[in-house]
């Protein structure tokens, strides 16, 4: 069995990482979409609730499962099984970023590899940042997030 991860903030997650998602659940067996607790950016929504929120946005993916993990991406993957980490590129500014850590990530464990994927282009230039930015400023971001994310945002505008 193929079992591939697919880790990042996703503060929140995005049409586009739903994109990547779907195809990489068409290549490998299992993927697992995990919230990295460990990353050094200053979180807009808990972890809990980026875990909750994917949840709800991968109903009726079979093969996805939702987690979240601390510590190093390769120590969660062999712990899941996986031989794959599944990465998105969106732009060139992308891939300097991703390249290193895809080789920092084979320089601490060979046998797990980083797999690129890329999203429709109509999905590409979204980013968490991006869509975080837009509704602190009162836009729409109906067109950008998944059903659950919207409707979280919008209930919980004064909270967040
Ligand atoms: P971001 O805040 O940039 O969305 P994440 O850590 O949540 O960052 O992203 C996880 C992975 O998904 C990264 O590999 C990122 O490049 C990728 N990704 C995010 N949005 C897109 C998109 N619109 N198209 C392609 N890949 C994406």
């Known amino acids: ?5 697919y880790p990042g903030s996703f503060d929140p997650i995005t049409k586009g990482h739903l ?12 993927v697992i979409i995990a919230v990295a607790k460990n990353s050094e950016k200053k979180g807009f929504l808990p ?12 109903a009726g993916m079979d093969n996805v499962e939702a987690d979240s993990f601390d510590g ?27 390249l290193q850590l895809s080789q920092a990530n084979s320089a601490l464990c060979e046998d797990i590899k980083t797999v690129f994927l890329t999203t429709k282009p109509k999905y590409n230039f979204i980013s968490s940042s991006t869509i975080k930015e837009i509704f602190l400023n009162g836009g729409d971001i109906s ?15 004064s909270e967040v």
């Open 72 to 98: 190093l991406t390769i120590e969660y993957a062999k712990k899941k099984g996986a031989k794959v980490l599944i990465r998105g590129l969106r732009a060139v500014s992308d891939f300097e970023y991703e």
């Open 47 to 58: 972890v809990s609730e980026r875990v909750n929120l994917i949840k709800q946005s991968i």
């Open 1 to 5: 069995m193929k079992i591939a991860i």
């Open 19 to 30: 994109d990547i998602l779907k195809t990489g659940a068409e290549i490998f067996d299992k």
């Open 143 to 157: 067109k950008f997030v998944p059903e659950p994310v919207y409707e979280y945002l919008m209930a919980n505008k």
